[in-house]
């Protein structure tokens, strides 16, 4: 039963992908086109500069993929591929909550596990090392910037599944409501003091347009939202299909 | 069983009674924690931060997803 949830899930989850990349090409794209115009326009100035002052001209980046590949095949395959994964860790979290988590049916269930998910995975963590499009931040700091990404993340996680838990045991005595408020504040303590005693990272360029950057940041959140939003939805279908074996 | 009579949507806001035991999903949950790790990690870090393949092949080929899905890209 569970290896044919996450099967579905893997295959909710490329479909997902699918959606996705619709939206990252509709609405993200844009905002990656004049990010890399501007990254261009920098490194031209920096090499014409270096040339007037009779320095060597500094090596362009080496083109690998063309940015048609890289804004089509490429980001299709980024969106499927963590679709795909995120449709099986979803069929999992499923396999778990349904019938242990209150009175709910499988479709209540699966749009909670999208919501908490899309909140822990990538808002919470977005809200302290927002999304960068290229351009914006520096070459050197990348694993400082990614440690500290992901650090952040599995203290989203950890903390998310911790109140949960500290929710479950204090319910009974406190009653739903309190102890969810309870709960709830903890959360907030928690994240609170991430949010602080983490390092901030400013590495945006002071001539980056501001309009590009909210729009890129927008359009991210936009494309985590229709990745968990449609697994949620479709993995309910696949949870009341489950519930009839 | 009675429940096959039912369509798939009309069971979307019915309880399961008994859930899936746990000795029965810890093995998958292994396996999905696993093979989400390694999606996230080539999308999102590999020729990043850290790197298992030599070149920028991978990096270059999702570049816009990682830059998309929120992840420090370069």
Same mark, same amino acid.
């Given at each position: 039963?569970?290896?044919?949830?996450?099967?579905?899930?893997?295959?909710?989850?490329?479909?997902? +992908?699918?959606?996705?990349?619709?939206?990252? /090409?509709?609405?993200?794209?844009?905002?990656?086109?004049?990010?890399?115009?501007?990254?261009?326009?920098?490194?031209?100035?920096?090499?014409?500069?270096?040339?007037?002052?009779? /320095?060597?001209?500094?090596?362009?980046?080496?083109?690998?993929?063309?940015?048609?590949?890289?804004?089509?095949?490429?980001?299709?395959?980024?969106?499927?591929?963590?679709?795909? +994964?995120?449709?099986?860790?979803?069929?999992?979290?499923?396999?778990?909550?349904?019938?242990?988590?209150?009175?709910?049916?499988?479709? *209540?269930? @699966?749009? &909670?596990?999208?919501?908490? +998910?899309?909140?822990?995975?990538?808002?919470?963590?977005?809200? /302290?090392?927002?999304?960068?499009? *290229?351009?914006?931040?520096?070459?050197?700091?990348? /694993?400082?910037?990614?440690?500290?990404?992901?650090?952040?993340?599995?203290?989203?996680?950890?903390?998310?599944?911790?109140?949960?838990?500290?929710?479950?045991?204090?319910? *009974?005595?406190?009653?739903?409501?309190?102890?969810?408020?309870?709960?709830?504040?903890?959360?907030?303590?928690?994240?609170?003091?991430?949010?602080?005693?983490?390092? +901030?990272?400013?590495?945006?360029?002071?001539?980056?347009?501001?309009?590009?950057?909210?729009?890129?940041? =927008?359009?991210?959140?936009?494309?985590?939202?229709? &990745?968990?939003? @449609? =697994?949620?939805?479709?993995?309910?279908?696949?949870?009341?299909?489950?519930?009839?074996? | 069983?009675?429940?096959?009579?039912? !369509?798939?949507?009309?069971?979307?806001?019915?309880?399961?009674?008994?859930?899936?035991?746990?000795?029965?999903?810890?093995?998958?949950?292994?396996?999905? %924690? %696993?093979?989400? #790790?390694?999606? $996230? $990690?080539?999308? #999102?870090?590999?020729? #990043?931060?850290?790197?298992?393949? !030599?070149?920028? !092949?991978?990096?270059?080929? %999702?570049?816009?997803?990682?830059?998309?899905?929120?992840?420090?890209?370069?």
């Amino acid at each position: 039963m569970v290896g044919q949830l996450v099967f579905r899930g893997f295959i909710v989850g490329i479909v997902a +992908g699918l959606l996705a990349f619709g939206w990252a /090409k509709t609405f993200g794209e844009p905002a990656v086109a004049v990010a890399i115009n501007f990254e261009t326009a920098q490194h031209e100035a920096e090499a014409a500069a270096a040339v007037a002052a009779g /320095k060597p001209r500094p090596p362009d980046d080496p083109v690998i993929f063309s940015r048609a590949v890289q804004s089509g095949i490429g980001l299709l395959t980024g969106m499927v591929v963590a679709g795909a +994964g995120l449709g099986c860790l979803f069929a999992i979290l499923f396999a778990f909550a349904n019938g242990r988590v209150g009175n709910l049916g499988p479709g *209540p269930i @699966s749009i &909670l596990i999208a919501l908490f +998910g899309l909140i822990s995975v990538y808002v919470v963590p977005a809200l /302290k090392y927002p999304a960068n499009p *290229p351009s914006v931040g520096e070459p050197d700091t990348i /694993k400082y910037r990614t440690g500290l990404y992901f650090l952040m993340m599995a203290i989203s996680i950890a903390t998310t599944l911790g109140a949960l838990r500290l929710r479950r045991s204090l319910a *009974p005595r406190y009653g739903s409501w309190n102890g969810s408020l309870l709960a709830l504040g903890a959360y907030l303590v928690v994240i609170a003091a991430a949010f602080t005693l983490l390092p +901030g990272i400013n590495e945006v360029p002071a001539t980056f347009p501001a309009v590009t950057l909210w729009n890129f940041r =927008i359009a991210s959140l936009g494309i985590q939202t229709v &990745l968990w939003g @449609s =697994i949620g939805v479709m993995f309910g279908y696949v949870g009341a299909w489950a519930s009839r074996q | 069983m009675a429940t096959d009579e039912k !369509s798939v949507a009309a069971l979307l806001d019915v309880p399961l009674k008994v859930a899936i035991p746990l000795q029965k999903i810890v093995p998958w949950a292994i396996f999905g %924690v %696993v093979f989400m #790790g390694l999606a $996230y $990690y080539f999308v #999102g870090a590999e020729q #990043g931060a850290t790197s298992i393949f !030599s070149g920028m !092949s991978i990096h270059e080929f %999702v570049h816009d997803a990682r830059h998309l899905l929120g992840f420090p890209c370069h």
